[in-house]
């Protein structure tokens, strides 16, 4: 089946700063989702992108599906931003369920 | 419009023991799911509906059972529980349009098998 690698798989920032999440997937996709998974192990819609760019508020996310990697941009990152981010993908073909990769852990510190 | 629901949000079992976790939609989505995450990973597959009438295996199906009871709800059985099934099990939804592929997740049940 399909592969998604996240990195970094950890990140601690302070209040305020900027980051980058990337995420690797190893065959072609027709979905691919970020969400955010909260302290109460809520999971959060954050973008549903293909292809293409898109923006949220503080939020963007960048899908290249040719080159197979997407990224989410987060700016001036908040202490509400923490928790667990994950990149999930849905295959052209085969099962039309999302396959999810391992997840970054982003702790924003005040 | 309440999205995705699932009941019960917590609940403990003794080894053997069985039950029945429920998810709704309200969303007049075609296709459902139903996922599992343990701890420090990203959710698995444990079977999915992909609309009415029809289920089909995922990744992790061993141990469980499900029933598509109509468009709205699909429930999700473990007949005989096991230790290995202490688990967050979360149900999804997607569709109803072609091309239309989104996932909105419920907000889980944190089931323990002691």
């Known amino acids: 089946g399909i592969q998604v690698e996240q990195s970094p798989p950890d990140l601690i920032l302070q209040e305020g700063a900027n980051s980058t999440l990337r995420c690797n997937f190893s065959d072609s996709v027709n979905n691919l989702q970020w969400f955010h998974q909260n302290p109460w192990g809520q999971l959060i819609n954050l973008f549903y992108?293909?292809?293409g760019t898109k923006q949220n508020g503080r939020l963007s996310a960048t899908t290249v599906a040719t080159e197979r990697y997407s990224l989410l941009y987060i700016s001036s990152s908040q202490t509400t931003d923490s928790g667990v981010y994950f990149c999930?993908?849905?295959?052209?073909?085969?099962?039309?369920?999302?396959?999810f990769g391992s997840g970054t852990r982003l702790q924003v510190q005040p | 419009n309440a999205g995705v629901t699932q009941t019960p949000k917590f609940q403990v079992l003794k080894t053997g023991q069985s039950m029945t976790l429920q998810c709704a939609q309200d969303?007049?989505?075609?296709?459902m799911y139903w996922y599992r995450q343990d701890p420090g990973m990203g959710l698995r597959l444990i079977y999915y509906s992909a609309s009415e009438g029809t289920t089909d295996k995922g990744e992790v199906p061993n141990g469980y059972n499900v029933s598509r009871l109509n468009k709205r709800e699909f429930s999700l059985r473990l007949e005989s529980a096991a230790p290995s099934q202490t688990s967050v099990y979360f149900c999804?939804?997607?569709?109803?349009?072609?091309?239309?592929?989104?996932?909105?997740f419920g907000p889980g049940t944190r089931l323990t098998v002691l």
């Open positions: 992108i293909p292809s």
């Open positions: 999804a939804s997607s569709g109803p349009g072609q091309g239309v592929y989104e996932q909105f």
């Open positions: 999930a993908v849905r295959q052209d073909t085969g099962r039309r369920a999302l396959t």
């Open positions: 969303m007049n989505h075609n296709s």
